[in-house]
Each structure stands twice: as structure tokens, then as C-alpha cells.
């Protein structure tokens, strides 16, 4: 199924402003409005890009018309990492659009929060999993202790992988850690697998995954 992106928010052509523009990109586009339509004419159902002009639908209906800066200068190696990374931005906003199954996990959180669907699938691409914390005072090397792992938010991480490392960064043990609550992902625990050998430190690895792909890993020791 084809969805169009919608609900409150900007709308710029299905897409979001690209931070990575060149320098010289940035300076001619900054262009000032060259008009603004009344959504009740045709011509104010227009949205997206048509023939060098950008037509953006407003929140109070209007639509506001602005020309497209032209590139004059070659991008940077940084800028052009940047372009690409937005390219795969607006291809994952896509995705989300016709996976219904996706659709269905971004459209609650999305009216939760106030925004479109496609504004909050780009956010959550370009935003990295954030780790906040690895409580591990309840972890003394044995079988069965408690890790607490405390997540940016409550809707971004998907998986949580812990794996143990002794001193010389070798896998002792690894597994998953589950939420603590079904519907509020900030908050997971991991259950330790295996009794260690105590007088050591150890290192916990822990891995946070998003449903785009990206991971954050933080490591914190443990002396047990």
C-alpha cells in the first residue's frame, strides 16, 4: 500500500531540510518566499518541487513557494557523507510509507508526539541510539544477577545485546537483555548466564539496536 506522508507538520516534497548542502548551496538557497497560495485555489494543492520551484504546505493550509538554490561549488568529502546519508534517510521514510507492518509501529508514536509519520521515521534514521546508563551493582559474577540498562527513550531501541568480556576482552558470556515493562523500552534487564571466577574485572558490552540498523555499544567495567 502507497501512502502519502501526512498529518501536522511541515511538508517539503516528502522530504526534510538537507543539513548537508554545500557552503555555496546554502547561500543561494536561503532565497526569501517568493509567494504564498491559498490551499482553497488549485494551484495551492501544489506541493513538492516543480521546475526549479519548492512548494511547501503550511500548517494553517497555505502553501509558500521558494526557488532552488543552485551549486556553484563542489561539496566537501564531509558534505557529500552527508548527502548520501540523507539519501538513505529519504529511501528508509519510504519504506516506512509502504510497509504497512512499519507503518503500524510509526503512526501511534508519531500522533503521540504530534508528528507525521514521515518527519518521525526520518528523526528516528538520522538520530543514533542513545545508551544512558549500565547499572551494574547488582552483578557479582554469578548466575542469575541482574543488569539494568537505561535507554535515551522508549520508543528507539529494539534490541539490547549484552555480552561479558574478561580482562583480556575475551567473550565470557552473551545474551539479550528484555524490557521491563512490555510498553516503556527505557528501562531493560539483562539476567547474567554463568558463574565467574570472583577477584576478576569484567567488562560489560552492551549494544543498542534501532529498527533502521544503527547500533551504539557502551562499555562499562565491573569488578567481581
Known amino acids: 500500500m502507497h501512502r502519502q506522508c501526512s498529518g501536522v507538520g511541515p511538508v517539503e516534497a516528502g522530504q526534510t531540510e538537507n543539513p548537508t548542502l554545500s557552503r555555496t548551496q546554502h547561500r543561494t538557497s536561503a532565497s526569501k518566499t517568493m509567494a504564498t497560495i491559498n490551499r482553497a485555489s488549485i494551484s495551492g494543492q501544489l506541493h513538492g518541487k516543480v521546475g526549479g520551484l519548492v512548494y511547501s504546505l503550511q500548517r494553517d493550509g497555505t502553501t509558500t513557494v521558494r526557488s532552488v538554490g543552485e551549486e556553484t ?34 503512526d501511534p508514536q508519531a500522533r503521540a508526539v504530534g508528528m507525521r509519520v514521515c518527519d518521525l521515521a526520518m528523526s528516528d534514521f538520522l538520530t543514533d541510539p542513545v545508551i544512558l546508563g ?91
Open 134 to 224: 549500565v547499572n551494574a551493582d547488582r552483578y557479582r559474577g554469578l548466575a542469575g544477577d541482574s543488569v539494568i540498562i537505561i535507554a535515551g527513550d522508549n520508543f528507539k531501541i529494539v534490541r539490547l545485546g549484552v555480552v561479558i568480556r574478561d580482562a583480556q576482552d575475551r567473550r565470557i558470556e552473551e545474551g539479550f537483555a528484555i524490557p521491563v515493562e512490555p510498553s516503556l523500552f527505557a528501562t531493560w534487564l539483562y539476567t547474567t548466564q554463568k558463574d565467574l571466577p570472583p577477584g576478576q574485572v569484567v567488562t560489560l558490552e552492551v549494544t543498542g539496536t534501532d529498527r533502521c540498523g544503527h547500533s551504539t555499544v557502551k562499555r562499562v567495567p565491573r569488578q567481581i
Open 73 to 106: 561549488a563542489p561539496s566537501t568529502p564531509g558534505e557529500k557523507k552527508g548527502q548520501r546519508r540523507m539519501q538513505l534517510a529519504h529511501a528508509y521514510v519510504r519504506s516506512v510509507l509502504d510497509d504497512p507492518e512499519l507503518w503500524s509501529v510509526y
